[in-house]
């Protein structure tokens, strides 16, 4: 099998597997359909908080309680903030985290695009950016869970809806 990394190394950010919470910032456009605002991607953001609680909010997610989203994105292999630099501030309107063995399998969990910014291709942006970074480390199994509304959105970047098959199984507490 021929090694992946060939075809991946020339990946946005040049992500090493070894060099855990690598931050790097990337600028992707600064054009009129954003009002001359530059937009970043960042890699391993220094989040605020508070600033995803409200893109989440915008988006109709549920509350989480903030103590257990630090735990949850501290514990995450891949996190990408999507920014808009609105007078040299930084403003998230963007962001998605991965889990991963860090070597077969991930899973693409939080995907968010603030509503006031989707539908212009920057949700796309963000997902080919995740997938590449994790194809550039050779993780051949990307997972995700999307709502009904969203599954023509993945189905266009390739993903499949149970393939082989395949059923996802889940198990709560009573």
């Excluded at 212009?120 to 950016?129: P, R, S, V």
């Excluded at 995740?130 to 509304?149: C, G, H, K, M, Q």
Aim: glycine letters at 4%; a positive charge.
């Amino acid at each position: 099998m021929y090694n992946w990394v060939h075809f991946f190394r020339f990946s946005r950010f040049n992500y090493l597997p070894t060099v855990k919470k690598f931050k790097s910032k990337k600028l992707i456009t600064e054009n009129q359909q954003f009002n001359n605002n530059k937009l970043f991607l960042v890699l391993e953001p220094d989040l605020n908080f508070k600033e995803l609680e409200n893109l989440c909010n915008a988006v109709g997610w549920i509350k989480r309680p903030i103590k257990k989203v630090k735990l949850a994105i501290t514990n995450s292999f891949l996190t990408i903030g999507l920014y808009i630099e609105n007078h040299q501030n930084m403003n998230l309107i963007g962001f998605v985290r991965v889990i991963s063995d860090q070597t077969f399998n991930a899973t693409i969990w939080d995907m968010v695009i603030h509503p006031n910014f989707q539908n212009q291709g920057l949700g796309k942006i963000l997902m080919e950016t995740t997938i590449l970074e994790l194809r550039y480390i050779e993780i051949d199994t990307i997972t995700l869970f999307a709502d009904f509304e969203s599954i023509k959105f993945y189905q266009k970047l390739g993903f499949i809806i149970d393939p082989h098959n395949i059923k996802g199984m889940f198990w709560y507490p009573l």
